[in-house]
Nanobody, 115 residues
Framework: QVQLVESGVGVVQPGGSLRLSCAAS????????MGWYRQAPGKQRELVAA???????NYADSVKGRFTISRDNAKNTVYLQMNSLKPEDTAVYYC?????????WGQGTQVTVSS
């Protein structure tokens, strides 16, 4: 059974940094494209960043230059390093795994950027 477990929940001041982690199990991690999505209250879930099985990455325009996605296939883990955080980055962040017709989601972790 596939499981994606996020960690890194926190409250950060504007301009601060936070790293999210997503540990995967029950899957051939290296075969999956991994992504981070977020959903703010009253808004639709949106893609933040994604990284392919060969480590090519893409980012939402709103986070380019501030966020970095990376993966460690030996640890079955994907990371999202978030720098220069803004209040508008406040949301529940979800880990996502995709391979062919299969898509899996983590339970989500709250990130709050507030002074």
């Amino acid at each position: 059974q596939v499981q994606l477990v996020e960690s890194g929940v926190g409250v950060v001041q504007p301009g601060g940094s936070l790293r999210l982690s997503c540990a995967a199990s029950g899957m051939t991690f290296s075969s999956y494209a991994m992504g981070w999505y977020r959903q703010a209250p009253g808004k639709q879930r949106e893609l933040v960043a994604a990284i392919g099985s060969i480590a090519s990455a893409n980012y939402a325009d709103s986070v380019k230059g501030r966020f970095t996605i990376s993966r460690d296939n030996a640890k079955n883990t994907v990371y999202l390093q978030m720098n220069s955080l803004k209040p508008e980055d406040t949301a529940v962040y979800y880990c996502n795994a995709k391979h062919n017709i299969y898509t899996y989601w983590g339970q989500g972790t709250q990130v709050t950027v507030s002074s």
